[in-house]
């Protein structure tokens, strides 16, 4: 296994950031929870704020 897929859906707002709460998998959380700045997902989508985010987690080698 060289990569992970982890997918979150929206928690709750702050005011400048999104909360996501990763989505069960078999086992234990392996992130749990992430916030990102609003301004960098508007910048994603065009303006949108997304209920669902996947993060891919690799190593720096």
Same mark, same amino acid.
């Not at 234990?28 to 993060?55: F, M, N, S």
């Given at each position: 296994?060289?990569?992970?897929? *982890?997918?979150?859906?929206?928690?709750?707002?702050? =005011?400048? %950031?999104?909360?996501?709460?990763? !989505?069960?998998?078999?086992?234990?959380?392996?992130?749990?929870? *992430?916030?990102?700045?609003?301004?960098?997902?508007? =910048?994603? %989508?065009?303006?949108?704020?997304? !209920?669902?985010?996947?993060?891919?987690?690799?190593?720096?080698?």
């Amino acid at each position: 296994m060289d990569k992970l897929e *982890l997918t979150f859906k929206v928690e709750k707002d702050t =005011k400048n %950031t999104r909360r996501y709460q990763e !989505e069960a998998t078999d086992g234990p959380p392996i992130v749990g929870t *992430l916030y990102v700045q609003q301004w960098a997902l508007r =910048k994603l %989508t065009g303006g949108d704020l997304p !209920e669902r985010v996947r993060v891919t987690v690799t190593v720096a080698k």
